[in-house]
């Protein structure tokens, strides 16, 4: 399937998981289900929205993109900020969201739809990865390497070392 088909099918798949996650979410949501995990739920929602907002400052300043263009079209690697600990923040902070949807409703069809939801931003992060090898090269492989796609933990330990010289 050409590049575009595949990610269109993959979006409309994707609205369709994340948006019966938030929908089910509301519907299912039972009060007398474990307030620990649901409040762990809570922590990963509201992580996953830093997440997903940290990136857009980021790339505007240090992205290279033109004057009037969205934020995503960037014309450079960008290694700083967020990008200096993980690379792909805002396909993480949609895997959180199925993550943390599913903790709060503590609800099976919640689930089904947050695993759904979890691995079409996995895919779609590999793909996007490809077509930045593909446009960066060298530059890029040498990024990967430093940075993890997906772990925040190690790549602010990482990060953290890196800044005092190891």
Known sequence: MPRNRRALFSTSVLVLALGG?????CIL???????????????ILWSSAIL??????????????RAGESYI?????V??????V???????AGMLLGVGLSLVAQHWAVAALGVAVVFIFYRVARQEEQALLDKLGAAYEGYMEQVPAFNLLAG????LRRRRGR
């Open 21 to 25: 996650q938030i929908v089910l979410t």
């Open 29 to 43: 949501y039972d009060r007398r289900a474990s307030d620990l995990v649901a409040n762990i739920g809570w922590i």
């Open 73 to 77: 079209h960037t014309t450079r690697l």
């Open 79 to 84: 290694d700083r900020g967020i990008y200096a």
């Open 86 to 92: 993980v690379r792909h923040p805002q396909y993480l």
């Open 156 to 159: 602010l330990v990482r990060h």
């Open 52 to 65: 997903g907002v940290l990136p857009i400052p980021t790339l505007r300043k240090w992205g290279g993109g």
